[in-house]
């Protein structure tokens, strides 16, 4: 088992780049499944090595149903990665939750259609459990940070992901809030079922740049309004990561639940009854156990 924290970053809608990296290279990775959004640039945070890759491709170039989240997350497997912080923009259900606010959310709802949600497929069938999505030593350190940069958050929260790339109609926001979520953004899923697939702890900073459009009172979400706040949550963002970075390595502790080892008995599909081309595709991400 890695014992030395690679730390991998996915850069949401205004997070580009991450700022001070150190010995600074860019990978042209092709996966099995295809090219990822973009190069995944490696480098060093405070003495940890930390990889970084643009969800949307630079100059968001990608929808979020275009977005090859396969290719993204076994990108990072390939390049190393242990950890994956997913760094996102979001609109908030609930009053407390104000644009600015960052939630560690710990819990999914997927309601996108339009995007391959596993790994795994006919000729090799796996199945992992969703029931706690959010690696709880990233979502602890993520929160201790937040805390100490004055950053407003709340730990904890449902996180409702949609397909877009249109907003929510007001039917579809009163809908989402008589469910108890907390914030609704695009990206989230299948990012984290895929990392889950790969063996790789996840954690989501949600962070909120509009109310989406149940809010009386309030103008129905625009793209200008909506990129004012991101610039401002992208600046805490990039001190958020830079902070959190060192709390998580360069030493790295295993997750909680055991992430790292959930194939172990996950794969279903009898041995004899495997399609070896399948097989051989999954390497990537499920290696450790074919």
């Not at 992901?161 to 926001?173: H, I, L, N, V, Y």
């Amino acid at each position: 088992m890695v014992d030395q924290t690679v730390l991998g970053i996915i850069g949401g809608s205004g997070v580009y780049v991450i700022d001070d990296m150190a010995d600074v290279e860019k990978h042209d990775i092709m996966t099995a499944w295809g090219k990822p959004s973009d190069d995944v640039v490696s480098g060093t945070l405070n003495g940890v090595k930390v990889l970084f890759l643009s969800r949307h491709g630079q100059g968001h170039r990608l929808t979020p149903t275009d977005v090859n989240y396969r290719a993204n997350i076994a990108a990072m497997k390939i390049a190393g990665a242990t950890d994956i912080i997913s760094v996102s923009a979001c609109g908030s259900f609930k009053e407390e939750l104000a644009p600015g606010h960052f939630v560690l959310v710990d819990q999914f709802i997927d309601r996108t259609q339009l995007r391959a949600n596993s790994f795994f497929e006919a000729g090799m069938v796996g199945h992992v459990s969703m029931a706690q999505p959010v690696c709880p030593k990233l979502q602890d350190a993520l929160a201790k940070t937040c805390k100490e940069l004055s950053i407003p958050h709340t730990k904890g929260g449902t996180y409702l992901t949609m397909e877009g790339p249109q907003f929510s109609s007001k039917a579809e926001s009163h809908l989402y809030r008589s469910w108890g979520c907390d914030v609704i953004g695009m990206t989230n899923m299948p990012e984290a079922k895929l990392a889950r697939e790969a063996e790789l702890p996840y954690a989501t900073v949600a962070m909120v740049t509009d109310y989406d459009c149940w809010r009386e009172g309030e103008a129905d979400v625009e793209v200008a309004n909506v990129l004012e706040i991101m610039h401002q949550n992208t600046m805490k963002a990039r001190d958020l990561v830079k902070a959190v970075a060192p709390k998580l390595g360069p030493n790295r502790k295993l997750s909680p639940l055991g992430i790292e080892t959930c194939l172990d008995f996950a794969l279903i599909t009898a041995p004899e009854a495997r399609d070896p081309e399948v097989v051989q595709k999954l390497k990537t991400i499920a290696g450790r156990v074919l």
